[in-house]
């Protein structure tokens, strides 16, 4: 399946934005004192599942605007939907334990 040259734009429009906010996120860290590396993996793991799954979506949604049978394109777009949910909290819980493995008094992940 070719990618459509609108997903790739918009996808392209969300990047930037994620990017500036983040870099917007990463200097009030810095100016406050507070940042450290559990923040600048978290600002990328965050900012680079945000843009993966918006262009996932976008992908989806291109697949189902294509498709002949409304109910499948609606089983398609609500399956996606659970798998980048799912996805989601596999990022999550990858953020944490990353978190947690810096945190010398976390006994969580170290032992």
């Known amino acids: 399946m070719k990618?459509?040259?609108?997903?790739k734009k918009e996808t392209g429009h969300?990047?930037?934005?994620?990017a500036a906010l983040t870099a917007v996120m990463l200097a009030i860290f810095w100016i406050f004192g507070a940042m450290d590396a559990s923040v600048l993996w978290?600002?990328?793991?965050?900012?680079?599942?945000?843009?993966l799954n918006f262009f996932l979506l976008g992908?989806?949604?291109?697949k189902a605007a294509g498709m002949e049978k409304e109910g499948k394109?609606?089983?398609?777009?609500?399956?996606?939907y659970s798998l980048r949910m799912l996805a989601l909290?596999?990022?999550?819980?990858?953020?944490?334990?990353l978190?947690?493995?810096?945190?010398?008094s976390c006994s969580f992940v170290s032992g």
């Open 14 to 18: 969300i990047a930037l934005g994620v």
């Open 73 to 80: 394109a609606k089983s398609l777009i609500q399956f996606s």
């Open 3 to 7: 990618i459509s040259a609108a997903v």
């Open 42 to 51: 978290g600002a990328l793991l965050g900012s680079g599942y945000a843009v």
């Open 59 to 62: 992908i989806t949604v291109q």
């Open 99 to 104: 978190s947690c493995s810096q945190c010398p």
């Open 89 to 97: 909290f596999g990022v999550a819980v990858l953020g944490f334990v």
